[in-house]
C-alpha cells in the first residue's frame, strides 16, 4: 500500500507522539504497536524520514537499533499536542 502525502505526514505525526509518550522503541515494535493500517515499509520510511529532519535518531542497542525523539523532535511534539504529556 502506497502512501499519499496526507498519509505519510499523519503517519509522521503518529511516530513522533509515539516516541514522545512512549519513550525510545524499535521499528518492528512500533509496528506493531500503532493503529494504522500501514506496511512495516512504510513504517520504516517514514522513521527514516524523521531522523534525517532531525527529529528522531537512532541508537544501536546490540543488535537492534532503536529509535528516540531529538530535542528538536519534543519541541514539535509539544506543538502537535498542544504542550505537555497528556
Given at each position: 500500500?502506497?502512501?499519499d502525502n496526507f498519509e505519510r505526514e499523519q503517519l509522521k505525526e503518529e511516530l513522533l507522539i509515539?516516541?514522545?509518550k512512549e519513550g525510545p522503541?524499535?521499528?518492528y515494535r512500533i509496528y506493531k504497536k500503532i493503529k494504522s493500517a500501514?506496511?512495516?515499509s512504510s513504517v520504516r520510511t517514514a522513521l527514516k524520514t524523521l531522523e534525517n529532519?532531525?527529529?528522531i535518531?537512532?541508537?544501536k542497542e546490540g543488535r537492534q537499533i532503536?529509535?528516540?525523539l531529538t530535542d528538536k523532535g519534543k519541541q514539535v511534539v509539544e506543538k502537535l499536542i498542544g504542550g505537555g504529556k497528556q
Open positions: 500500500m502506497k502512501l509515539h516516541f514522545y522503541d524499535h521499528s500501514v506496511t512495516y529532519e532531525g527529529l535518531r537512532s541508537v532503536n529509535f528516540e
